[in-house]
């Protein structure tokens, strides 16, 4: 067995949600990728997975797993990176547009990591909630989390969930079911006259909380749910240090994308940032 194929195949799986779906990513049949993770599974000597009909779970072994093969296969592209021949070195302007949240997280330490391997290489980081048009507009390549991908690179999905401070459960107990976040204080990404509920998974309605605090800015969330103001729907990449609620009913993940613009000559640095990119969401998931 190829570990490390055997390891992509797995994380694929993982991220994907299905079978099929990574298959096609990685350009298997689906009865390639399924021999792969029976294989790994039987070489680590349990379940990886928990299969249905309709549904593919990560186990509680497979999480715990699924956090050391992402480490693993992107300190593996970080050691080939290493060696990369000096003549792909960039040089130039690379102009980057991204959403501020995204941003911060983790565009700018990608771009400083590929700014650090490459020295000529300058970039210009526009970090704004607004929407541009990569194409017409002054921008290499813009990052964007969408719901609906219609254009652009797919760069990796976006899970979601809810949120709070172990200070607010403490004082205010931890909601069992969706239906019970309608007793809790809501923490929202966006503007509170535009709030319509959340979808969360096995609910055929919106669940509406008692509205605190919205933002457009998902730090300022994050950092609202940490102070125990309420719970906060928010991307996993940007929950750090809060407890996660309702495993299971979460909404559907997001999709981050990546349009370029018509530079031909920034191709190669829109193609190492994306990788770098991705690399930071998997070590931050």
Known sequence: ?????????????????????????????KSAASRQISGLESALGGALFARSTRTVR?????????????????DLADADKEVAAPQDALRGILRVHAEIGLGNLHIAPAAADLMAQNPDLCVELDLNDRRIDPIEGDCDVTFRIVDNPSLGEKVALIELGLFAGSAYLAGQGRPQAPADVENHRGLVLGRIHAFSGWALRGTDRAIMPRLRYASNDVEAVREAAAAGLGIALLPQFAAGGLVRLLDGFEPKPLTLIAISGRRPMAKAGIRKLIERVRISLRKGA
């Open 1 to 29: 067995m190829d570990k490390i194929a055997a390891l992509r195949t797995f994380v694929t799986v993982a991220e994907e949600g299905g079978f099929s779906r990574a298959a096609s990513e990685l350009g298997l049949s």
């Open 58 to 74: 990560l186990t509680e072994a497979g999480e715990a797993y699924l956090a050391r093969a992402r480490l693993i296969l992107a």
